[in-house]
């Protein structure tokens, strides 16, 4: 049996890699569990430009990687793996994963957001083959096209201003005529001259063959429908920011939960003793990297105390 961990987290983004610094740092024996990158999704972001104390705006996949040698340095153990299951009712919980099962007497769940898909056939065919949902990842190979991006939060509008930076033109195509964008993000796009819209509208239809070659664009209040292809007769390029879903499909009947998020107190804690939840996965009213990172701290300092009292 391998051994048992003070702590468990699940989830390296900011959330996570907070709550391993700090459990570390307070001599808990403490792994960190993540099947991806650090950062999550913080790492598909450009440029971090509103975390207080970094003037010089970073990207998001290097801030990732400090807090993990952060974490590590203090003595945090990193394990790169998939979860199967979790079963967290016990007084020591168990998390078995593609290498094994690992037990705690505490788990923090820091397993964040997944990006929402659009719900039309083929999406998941030309996942990768004209279908993005990280600009860090697939901007650069986009240099002096026409992409698209879909949505109209601060994801998409920054994410949009950020390809323009390989793309010559960006269409962004929002389903109502206003963004939800903080108004300085707006600001920002409207001034870029190869920022573009299409207002009223959202995607209808994909079709390629082996990638994505069109897609059909409805708008909402006309009803007419476009079909749109590449200018220069290549594959499409189309990212997606229409928002995020909670990763809680592994938890879903174990824990309280209000419309798939996770519902703590301000100690982080969830409806099962021993095991918090801090970041995006749970009910509250910003998600933000500072909120994610704060929660962490409190999640890991919650952890500690639930430790010491049940000794
Ligand atoms: P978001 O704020 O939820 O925005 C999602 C956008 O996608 C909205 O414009 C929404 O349209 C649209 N949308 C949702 N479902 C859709 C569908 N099925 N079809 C077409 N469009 C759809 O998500 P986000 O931009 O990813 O941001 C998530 C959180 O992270 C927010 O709290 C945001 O403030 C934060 N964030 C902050 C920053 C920053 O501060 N710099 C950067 C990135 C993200 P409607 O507007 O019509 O609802």
Sequence with gaps: ???????????????????????????????????GIDGGQMSGTQ????????????????LGMK??????????????????????????????????????????????????PIGVENEEKFQGRGLSYCVTCDGAFYQDR????????????????????????VTIIHRRDELRAAKSIQEKAFANPKVAFMWDSVVESLHG?????SMV?????????????????LPLGVFLYIGFLPQTDLIEN??????????TDENMETSIKGVYAAGDIRVKPL?????????????AVSVEKYLEENK
């Design 47 to 62: 440029e971090i430009a509103n975390y207080p104390g970094i003037d010089d705006p970073i990207a998001g996949m290097i």
């Design 287 to 299: 998600r933000q990297v500072v909120t994610a990172v704060s929660d962490g701290a409190i999640a």
């Design 67 to 116: 807090m993990a040698n952060q974490a590590k340095e203090f003595g945090a153990e990193k394990l790169l793996s998939d979860v199967l299951k979790m079963k967290l009712d016990g007084e020591i919980k168990e998390i078995e994963t593609l290498d094994g099962t690992f037990y705690a007497k505490a788990v923090i769940l820091t397993m964040g957001n997944k990006p929402r």
């Design 209 to 213: 063959e082996k990638s994505l070659e």
């Design 1 to 35: 049996m391998n051994k048992t961990y003070d702590v468990i987290i699940i989830g390296a983004g900011p959330a996570g890699l907070s709550a391993g610094l700090y459990a570390a740092r307070a001599k808990l024996s403490t792994l960190i569990i993540e099947k």
């Design 254 to 263: 174990q824990i309280n939960m209000d419309r798939g998020y996770i519902v």
């Design 217 to 233: 664009v409805k708008n909402v209040k006309t009803g007419e429908t476009t079909t749109v292809t590449d200018d220069d007769g």
């Design 146 to 169: 026409h992409v698209y991006v879909i949505g109209g939060g601060d994801a998409a509008v920054e994410e949009a201003i950020s390809l323009t930076k390989f793309a010559k033109k």
